[in-house]
């Protein structure tokens, strides 16, 4: 890895740890907040992602979560430590990761780039692939039912909504003028 890509690498680590310091939303029927950090892992896979390749975006996911697990609070809230991998948000998680690779993964082999394509593209992985990996665990943690984990996961999804519009606009903007230049493949 080159030190150009380390280092944009560690900006999306820190962008993650800014949005850890804006407080969560917390509802009483549910022990996972609403945070602005899934703001951060769309823009790391439809930017960083998108310029370096999906696997960039994936690492930049995991050291941010290595750094949490080491105990800095940097989640939203404060949350740090390794019990919050054992907590009904250790699914949502470890779906960053995924997410992040999948909208870098999407994102790096668009050929047009489309406001449209890329608000699909945060939906697909930002949401979808966060979910997939978030409700079956949350339902476990709480011992309750995956169809009732999805039921109380309907309040996260206008919040999603409107970061998914924001990363989408954010991304199409910094994707004409973050000095990358896109790999090519061989």
């Known amino acids: 890895m080159k030190l150009k890509d380390l280092m944009y690498v560690s900006m999306f680590v ?6 850890g310091v804006l407080p969560p939303i917390l509802f009483a ?21 998108a310029r370096l390749g999906p696997k960039y975006a994936a690492l930049s ?10 105990g800095l609070p940097l989640l939203s809230g404060g949350r740090g430590g390794i019990g919050v991998f054992f907590s009904p948000s250790g699914g949502y998680l470890i779906g960053w990761v995924a ?11 668009m050929k047009n780039v489309s406001l449209v394509k890329i608000l699909l593209i945060n939906i697909i ?3 979808g692939v966060v979910y997939l990996f978030g409700i079956p665990i949350q339902a476990l943690m709480m011992n309750i039912g995956i169809d009732k984990t999805m ?16 990363a989408s606009l954010i991304a ?10 896109k790999r090519v493949q061989v």
């Open 14 to 19: 820190a962008i993650m740890g800014v949005l």
């Open 125 to 127: 992985g930002g949401i």
């Open 61 to 70: 996911q995991i050291l941010f979560l290595l750094l949490v697990m080491t």
């Open 151 to 166: 039921i109380l996961s309907l309040v996260y999804l206008p919040g999603d909504s409107i970061k998914v519009v924001v």
């Open 29 to 49: 029927f549910t022990p996972v907040p609403i945070t602005l950090q899934t703001l951060g892992i769309m823009l790391s896979g439809s930017v960083l992602g």
């Open 99 to 109: 997410g992040a690779y999948v909208i870098g993964l999407l994102s790096y082999h």
């Open 172 to 181: 199409i903007k910094l994707r004409n003028y973050i000095p990358l230049a």
